[in-house]
């Protein structure tokens, strides 16, 4: 069966659009595999977010609970999905393309010794991806051989998944880390805070540009 981990990428137990395309682009995959979709979470005390993922038409959620997971750091999250997509038999590892997606998935990928593809806009019936090269000006068709897959999901490509019927159930499972390895320490957060959505969950965005003809004119013209 060509199951299908989906790496659910979450801020402070939420979950952006941008996670739930590549839940859905998850859900295409092992449909087409005849395979499970497996939502994976990783940090200490994600009850919320596994609840709230686990509504979103995926087979099972697991939490990779750890307290050293908490907060994003690549090499510990990569050693840690490693040894979950080794222990499960997955084929095939999936996130979006976001900055967390492409700092995560190609040090998955080395510690898996697998194949990626990047930034899949596409998939085809027979398990094979399509992604944009040459700067979009040509397709590639992309077939990974091996027993496992990494991909990462252009986050414009796919619809966000819907929620479904049932929740998934949960399991959690303790991370397999290997402290005297992990090279990467979390020092702090700084959030700028903005009463306007993130750029990728925005319904409509109004851009301007040089017509606007001076940075004030932004404030008085654009912003209302």
Request: hydrophobic share 50%.
């Amino acid at each position: 069966m060509g199951d299908v981990l989906v790496f659910a990428e979450h801020q402070g137990g939420h979950f952006p659009k941008t996670t739930l395309i590549a839940v859905n682009a998850g859900l295409e995959l092992a449909r087409k595999r005849s395979g499970n979709c497996i939502a994976v979470i990783m940090g200490a005390g994600a009850d919320g977010a596994a609840a709230e993922i686990a509504k979103y038409g995926v087979s099972k959620v697991i939490v990779l609970e750890d307290s050293r997971l908490e907060h994003h750091l690549a090499d510990a999250a990569a050693q840690a999905l490693a040894a979950l997509a080794t222990s499960t038999g997955a084929e095939t590892v999936m996130a979006t393309a976001t900055a967390m997606g492409k700092d995560l998935m190609p040090r998955l990928a080395a510690r898996l010794n697998a194949p990626m593809a990047s930034e899949i806009i596409a998939i085809n019936d027979d398990g094979t991806f399509v992604r944009p090269m040459y700067a979009g000006n040509a397709l590639a068709t992309i077939e990974l051989d091996g027993p496992v897959r990494v991909v990462t999901v252009r986050g414009t490509a796919f619809d966000a998944a819907k929620p479904a019927d049932a929740a998934a159930p949960i399991e959690k499972v303790a991370a397999v880390l290997d402290a005297a390895t992990l090279k990467m320490e979390f020092v702090s957060f700084n959030e700028i805070k903005s009463d306007r959505p993130q750029l990728t969950e925005a319904r409509i965005i109004v851009s301007g540009g040089r017509g606007l003809k001076s940075g004030e004119n932004f404030k008085v013209v654009l912003e209302p």
